[in-house]
Structure formats: C-alpha cells, structure tokens
C-alpha cells in the first residue's frame, strides 16, 4: 500500500465558487448516482461529498490530471480520516478495463450517514484492511491506500473549505476517465462473484 497525506476533489470552477458564496463556503453532500454495481445500497440513496486518494506511484503525489476538472480541493486527510470515523466497504467494480475501482464511505461515528451505513455495508477495520487505513506510527495518524486499485471515497458530511485549499491543476482534463453514471462490466471474473465460479 502507499501513503498519502490528503484527500482531494476536482470540479469546474463555478462548482467552487458556488460553494463559497451560496454554502456557506461548504462542499454539500449530495446524492451518489447509479455508477458502479447494479443494487448497490448506495446508489441513489446515500448522500456524502466524494473525494479521491489514490497517488503516483513514484511522487506519492495526487496525479496531475483527473476527470472531473482542473480545479481541484485539497484536504488533510485526519480532516475526514481518524479514529473518530467509521470506514465501510460499498462497492467494487471495473467498466471494461483492466484496472478495478472501489467505493469506500466515510462517516463520523454516530452521524446520519454512520447509522445509514451500519445495516446495509460491511464495517472495515481501520487500521487493517486492504483498500485504505488510518494507523498511529511514532505517535501521529499515518495513511495507506491500496495501489492496484482507484479509489472513490465517499464522506457523508458537508465540508468545509476553510480546511483546505483549493488550486488549479497542472495536468489536462481527461474525460475518458470518468465514472458518473458508469455501468459495471457484467462478465469480468475479477468483480462479478457469479462470473466463471
């Protein structure tokens, strides 16, 4: 697994501006789509602010491009990630692709979104579990995540810019990337449990 140290969100510029003078200066928690697996308790139910993780293998830096726009928010990651959190498991998929996608919530125990999450998605040890972790080493909260794997992480409360910041890109906007409304591959055998079994 690799480090990393904040988690991050790319938007459009206007999306950030919005926030800021109609919000209350908070990211709002919205309601996920339909991408990933077919019947996912999550889908079309559960509302949170997703963010991204994953980092370059060699900088251990968030890539430069992304999807979702060239504006992006940074966030240290104990601001959503502590022992105060509660980690679930809510889906893995792929759409045609050798590389494997999977979505993990992050609720603040005793929320909205904890007690949505704790009858309907299997609970991960934070500290040992093979997509992302939070542990204490020397004294301080040190983050891993998995590096055969994209991450999307949903938090199911609003955010606060304040405690990031927010910047522009240096790498391009690569549409092709996206996951909105993306459909799960019905015949890969890697996350299809029905599938060459």
């Given at each position: 697994?690799?480090?990393?140290?904040?988690?991050?969100?790319?938007?459009?510029?206007e999306y950030?501006?919005?926030a800021?003078t109609h919000?209350?200066?908070?990211?709002?928690t919205?309601?996920?789509?339909?991408s990933g697996?077919?019947?996912?308790?999550?889908?079309?139910?559960l509302?949170?602010?997703?963010?991204?993780c994953n980092?370059?293998?060699?900088?251990?830096?968030p890539?430069q491009?992304?999807?979702y726009?060239r504006w992006?928010?940074?966030?240290?990651a104990?601001r959503?990630?502590n022992p105060?959190t509660?980690?679930?498991?809510?889906?893995?998929?792929?759409?045609?692709?050798?590389y494997?996608?999977?979505?993990?919530?992050?609720?603040?125990?005793?929320?909205?979104?904890?007690?949505?999450?704790?009858?309907?998605?299997p609970?991960?040890?934070?500290?040992?579990?093979?997509?992302?972790?939070?542990?204490?080493e020397?004294?301080?909260?040190?983050?891993?995540?998995?590096?055969?794997?994209?991450?999307e992480?949903i938090?199911?409360e609003p955010v606060?810019?304040?405690l990031?910041?927010?910047?522009?890109?240096?790498?391009?906007?690569l549409?092709?990337?996206?996951?909105a409304?993306?459909?799960?591959d019905?015949?890969?055998k890697?996350?299809?449990i029905?599938v060459?079994?």
């Amino acid at each position: 697994m690799l480090r990393f140290s904040v988690f991050y969100r790319n938007h459009h510029k206007e999306y950030f501006q919005h926030a800021r003078t109609h919000c209350g200066n908070m990211l709002q928690t919205y309601l996920k789509d339909n991408s990933g697996s077919h019947g996912s308790p999550t889908s079309g139910m559960l509302h949170g602010v997703f963010f991204s993780c994953n980092t370059e293998f060699n900088t251990g830096q968030p890539p430069q491009d992304s999807p979702y726009g060239r504006w992006r928010f940074q966030i240290p990651a104990q601001r959503l990630f502590n022992p105060s959190t509660n980690l679930y498991f809510a889906d893995f998929y792929c759409m045609y692709t050798a590389y494997h996608y999977a979505i993990l919530v992050l609720a603040p125990k005793g929320s909205l979104g904890d007690r949505f999450c704790r009858d309907r998605l299997p609970l991960l040890d934070i500290a040992c579990n093979k997509f992302l972790t939070c542990s204490v080493e020397d004294g301080e909260l040190v983050f891993r995540h998995a590096q055969d794997l994209i991450l999307e992480i949903i938090y199911t409360e609003p955010v606060d810019l304040s405690l990031g910041t927010l910047g522009e890109i240096s790498g391009h906007q690569l549409m092709s990337l996206s996951t909105a409304d993306a459909k799960k591959d019905p015949s890969c055998k890697t996350c299809n449990i029905s599938v060459g079994r």
